[in-house]
T-cell receptor, first 116, second 112 residues
Framework: AQSVTQLDSHVSVSEGTPVLLRCNYSSSYSPSLFWYVQHPNKGLQLLLKYTSAATLVKGINGFEAEFKKSETSFHLTKPSAHMSDAAEYFCVVSDGYGGATNKLIFGTGTLLAVQP | DAMVIQNPRYQVTQFGKPVTLSCSQTLNHNVMYWYQQKSSQAPKLLFHYYDKDFNNEADTPDNFQSRRPNTSFCFLDIRSPGLGDAAMYLC???????????FGPGTRLTVL
Protein backbone atom coordinates (compact mmCIF):
# COMPACT_ATOMS: atom_id res chain seq x y z
CA ALA A 1 0.00 0.00 0.00
CA GLN A 2 1.09 3.55 -0.69
CA SER A 3 1.80 5.97 2.12
CA VAL A 4 3.67 9.16 2.88
CA THR A 5 5.14 10.41 6.12
CA GLN A 6 5.87 14.06 6.74
CA LEU A 7 8.51 14.12 9.38
CA ASP A 8 7.79 17.58 10.82
CA SER A 9 4.39 18.94 11.74
CA HIS A 10 5.78 22.47 12.22
CA VAL A 11 8.82 24.18 10.72
CA SER A 12 9.87 27.74 11.50
CA VAL A 13 12.49 29.63 9.50
CA SER A 14 13.63 33.21 9.21
CA GLU A 15 12.95 35.16 6.05
CA GLY A 16 15.81 34.74 3.61
CA THR A 17 17.01 31.41 5.03
CA PRO A 18 16.64 27.99 3.37
CA VAL A 19 13.52 25.87 3.72
CA LEU A 20 13.54 22.08 4.08
CA LEU A 21 10.29 20.14 4.45
CA ARG A 22 10.83 16.42 4.77
CA CYS A 23 8.74 13.63 3.27
CA ASN A 24 9.29 9.88 3.09
CA TYR A 25 7.13 7.61 0.96
CA SER A 26 6.30 3.95 0.81
CA SER A 27 5.34 2.39 -2.48
CA SER A 28 5.43 -1.04 -4.06
CA TYR A 29 6.11 0.47 -7.48
CA SER A 30 7.41 3.68 -8.99
CA PRO A 31 5.25 6.32 -7.37
CA SER A 32 3.70 9.55 -8.58
CA LEU A 33 4.57 12.13 -5.93
CA PHE A 34 3.31 15.66 -5.44
CA TRP A 35 3.73 18.63 -3.14
CA TYR A 36 0.72 20.87 -2.58
CA VAL A 37 0.59 24.14 -0.65
CA GLN A 38 -2.45 25.50 1.15
CA HIS A 39 -2.69 29.06 2.41
CA PRO A 40 -5.26 29.85 5.12
CA ASN A 41 -8.84 29.44 3.88
CA LYS A 42 -7.68 28.59 0.39
CA GLY A 43 -7.67 25.47 -1.75
CA LEU A 44 -4.65 23.32 -2.47
CA GLN A 45 -2.23 24.62 -5.05
CA LEU A 46 0.09 22.24 -6.87
CA LEU A 47 3.74 23.15 -6.24
CA LEU A 48 5.39 20.36 -8.20
CA LYS A 49 5.06 16.75 -9.27
CA TYR A 50 7.46 13.88 -9.83
CA THR A 51 7.07 12.22 -13.23
CA SER A 52 10.07 9.82 -13.14
CA ALA A 53 11.68 11.77 -15.99
CA ALA A 54 14.07 13.60 -13.68
CA THR A 55 14.90 13.11 -10.03
CA LEU A 56 15.22 16.85 -9.36
CA VAL A 57 11.87 18.49 -9.88
CA LYS A 58 11.45 22.24 -10.10
CA GLY A 59 8.19 23.81 -9.11
CA ILE A 60 6.59 27.19 -8.76
CA ASN A 61 7.75 30.02 -6.50
CA GLY A 62 11.34 28.75 -6.35
CA PHE A 63 10.56 25.40 -4.73
CA GLU A 64 12.12 22.14 -5.81
CA ALA A 65 12.15 18.56 -4.62
CA GLU A 66 14.52 15.67 -5.15
CA PHE A 67 13.33 12.10 -5.56
CA LYS A 68 15.75 9.70 -3.84
CA LYS A 69 14.73 6.11 -4.37
CA SER A 70 17.45 4.71 -2.12
CA GLU A 71 16.18 6.83 0.76
CA THR A 72 12.50 6.70 -0.24
CA SER A 73 12.42 10.45 0.22
CA PHE A 74 10.94 13.41 -1.63
CA HIS A 75 12.01 16.44 0.41
CA LEU A 76 10.88 19.94 -0.55
CA THR A 77 13.42 22.76 -0.51
CA LYS A 78 13.72 26.45 -1.27
CA PRO A 79 16.97 28.43 -1.06
CA SER A 80 15.48 31.55 0.50
CA ALA A 81 12.19 31.78 2.36
CA HIS A 82 9.75 34.61 1.76
CA MET A 83 7.03 35.76 4.11
CA SER A 84 4.43 34.68 1.56
CA ASP A 85 5.67 31.07 1.85
CA ALA A 86 4.02 30.73 5.26
CA ALA A 87 1.37 28.04 4.70
CA GLU A 88 0.57 24.36 5.15
CA TYR A 89 2.41 21.96 2.85
CA PHE A 90 1.20 18.48 1.96
CA CYS A 91 3.30 15.69 0.51
CA VAL A 92 1.07 13.40 -1.53
CA VAL A 93 1.40 10.08 -3.33
CA SER A 94 -1.00 8.77 -5.93
CA ASP A 95 -2.18 5.22 -5.43
CA GLY A 96 -2.63 4.30 -9.05
CA TYR A 97 -1.48 4.69 -12.62
CA GLY A 98 -4.44 6.79 -13.64
CA GLY A 99 -7.20 4.27 -13.56
CA ALA A 100 -10.68 4.95 -12.35
CA THR A 101 -9.69 5.14 -8.70
CA ASN A 102 -6.30 6.88 -8.64
CA LYS A 103 -6.76 8.32 -5.19
CA LEU A 104 -4.38 10.67 -3.46
CA ILE A 105 -2.77 9.61 -0.21
CA PHE A 106 -1.98 12.71 1.84
CA GLY A 107 0.68 13.23 4.43
CA THR A 108 -0.39 14.89 7.66
CA GLY A 109 0.96 18.25 6.55
CA THR A 110 3.76 20.56 7.64
CA LEU A 111 2.93 24.05 8.80
CA LEU A 112 5.66 26.45 7.69
CA ALA A 113 6.12 29.67 9.66
CA VAL A 114 8.39 32.40 8.32
CA GLN A 115 9.74 34.90 10.82
CA PRO A 116 10.70 38.43 9.73
CA ASP B 1 -8.05 31.84 -15.93
CA ALA B 2 -9.67 29.99 -13.03
CA MET B 3 -9.80 26.28 -13.79
CA VAL B 4 -11.80 24.85 -10.86
CA ILE B 5 -14.38 27.19 -9.46
CA GLN B 6 -16.34 26.72 -6.28
CA ASN B 7 -19.37 28.67 -5.14
CA PRO B 8 -20.01 30.04 -2.69
CA ARG B 9 -16.66 30.54 -0.97
CA TYR B 10 -18.36 30.81 2.40
CA GLN B 11 -21.68 29.18 3.30
CA VAL B 12 -23.57 29.42 6.56
CA THR B 13 -26.46 27.08 7.23
CA GLN B 14 -28.55 26.01 10.16
CA PHE B 15 -28.47 22.65 11.86
CA GLY B 16 -30.59 20.27 9.78
CA LYS B 17 -31.18 22.68 6.89
CA PRO B 18 -30.16 21.19 3.51
CA VAL B 19 -27.33 22.90 1.71
CA THR B 20 -25.80 22.55 -1.76
CA LEU B 21 -22.25 23.43 -2.72
CA SER B 22 -21.28 23.78 -6.35
CA CYS B 23 -18.16 23.18 -8.39
CA SER B 24 -17.42 23.87 -12.03
CA GLN B 25 -14.35 23.29 -14.18
CA THR B 26 -12.97 24.60 -17.44
CA LEU B 27 -10.40 21.81 -17.84
CA ASN B 28 -12.79 19.31 -19.44
CA HIS B 29 -11.48 16.61 -17.13
CA ASN B 30 -13.62 13.52 -16.82
CA VAL B 31 -12.87 12.89 -13.15
CA MET B 32 -14.13 15.11 -10.35
CA TYR B 33 -13.69 14.72 -6.59
CA TRP B 34 -15.20 16.07 -3.41
CA TYR B 35 -13.11 16.28 -0.25
CA GLN B 36 -13.91 17.34 3.29
CA GLN B 37 -11.14 19.06 5.22
CA LYS B 38 -11.41 19.83 8.91
CA SER B 39 -9.14 22.21 10.75
CA SER B 40 -5.47 21.22 10.80
CA GLN B 41 -6.15 17.96 8.96
CA ALA B 42 -5.46 16.62 5.51
CA PRO B 43 -8.36 16.48 3.04
CA LYS B 44 -10.57 13.41 3.28
CA LEU B 45 -12.09 12.00 0.10
CA LEU B 46 -15.89 11.77 0.17
CA PHE B 47 -16.58 10.53 -3.36
CA HIS B 48 -15.65 10.97 -6.98
CA TYR B 49 -17.11 10.75 -10.46
CA TYR B 50 -15.39 9.07 -13.38
CA ASP B 51 -17.51 10.54 -16.16
CA LYS B 52 -21.03 9.74 -14.95
CA ASP B 53 -19.96 6.82 -12.76
CA PHE B 54 -20.35 7.72 -9.10
CA ASN B 55 -17.90 6.23 -6.59
CA ASN B 56 -18.66 6.61 -2.91
CA GLU B 57 -16.04 6.10 -0.22
CA ALA B 58 -17.06 3.39 2.23
CA ASP B 59 -17.01 5.72 5.23
CA THR B 60 -18.86 8.66 3.65
CA PRO B 61 -22.09 9.26 5.59
CA ASP B 62 -25.40 8.88 3.75
CA ASN B 63 -26.06 12.50 4.64
CA PHE B 64 -23.71 13.46 1.81
CA GLN B 65 -24.91 13.13 -1.77
CA SER B 66 -23.57 14.33 -5.09
CA ARG B 67 -24.82 15.13 -8.57
CA ARG B 68 -22.97 15.63 -11.81
CA PRO B 69 -25.34 16.84 -14.53
CA ASN B 70 -22.58 17.31 -17.10
CA THR B 71 -18.79 17.27 -17.48
CA SER B 72 -18.34 20.81 -16.21
CA PHE B 73 -20.47 20.83 -13.06
CA CYS B 74 -20.62 18.83 -9.87
CA PHE B 75 -22.70 19.44 -6.74
CA LEU B 76 -22.36 18.36 -3.15
CA ASP B 77 -25.64 18.08 -1.24
CA ILE B 78 -25.70 17.80 2.52
CA ARG B 79 -29.20 16.70 3.40
CA SER B 80 -29.23 17.44 7.13
CA PRO B 81 -26.07 19.22 8.22
CA GLY B 82 -24.86 18.58 11.71
CA LEU B 83 -22.37 20.60 13.73
CA GLY B 84 -19.73 18.03 12.86
CA ASP B 85 -20.11 18.78 9.16
CA ALA B 86 -18.63 22.25 9.55
CA ALA B 87 -15.49 22.11 7.42
CA MET B 88 -13.80 23.25 4.24
CA TYR B 89 -15.15 21.38 1.21
CA LEU B 90 -12.76 21.04 -1.69
CA CYS B 91 -13.57 20.09 -5.25
CA UNK B 92 -10.87 18.73 -7.55
CA UNK B 93 -10.51 17.46 -11.09
CA UNK B 94 -7.97 15.03 -12.50
CA UNK B 95 -6.05 15.05 -15.73
CA UNK B 96 -2.70 15.60 -17.40
CA UNK B 97 0.49 13.54 -17.01
CA UNK B 98 1.13 12.13 -14.57
CA UNK B 99 -2.50 12.17 -13.56
CA UNK B 100 -2.71 15.26 -11.39
CA UNK B 101 -5.52 16.60 -9.27
CA UNK B 102 -6.31 20.30 -9.53
CA PHE B 103 -8.18 21.83 -6.61
CA GLY B 104 -10.66 24.62 -6.38
CA PRO B 105 -10.46 27.35 -3.73
CA GLY B 106 -12.87 25.53 -1.43
CA THR B 107 -16.13 26.39 0.31
CA ARG B 108 -15.99 27.04 4.04
CA LEU B 109 -19.22 25.66 5.58
CA THR B 110 -20.42 26.89 8.94
CA VAL B 111 -23.30 25.13 10.70
CA LEU B 112 -25.16 27.10 13.36
Amino acid sequence: AQSVTQLDSHVSVSEGTPVLLRCNYSSSYSPSLFWYVQHPNKGLQLLLKYTSAATLVKGINGFEAEFKKSETSFHLTKPSAHMSDAAEYFCVVSDGYGGATNKLIFGTGTLLAVQP
Amino acid sequence: DAMVIQNPRYQVTQFGKPVTLSCSQTLNHNVMYWYQQKSSQAPKLLFHYYDKDFNNEADTPDNFQSRRPNTSFCFLDIRSPGLGDAAMYLCATRGGFPDTQYFGPGTRLTVL
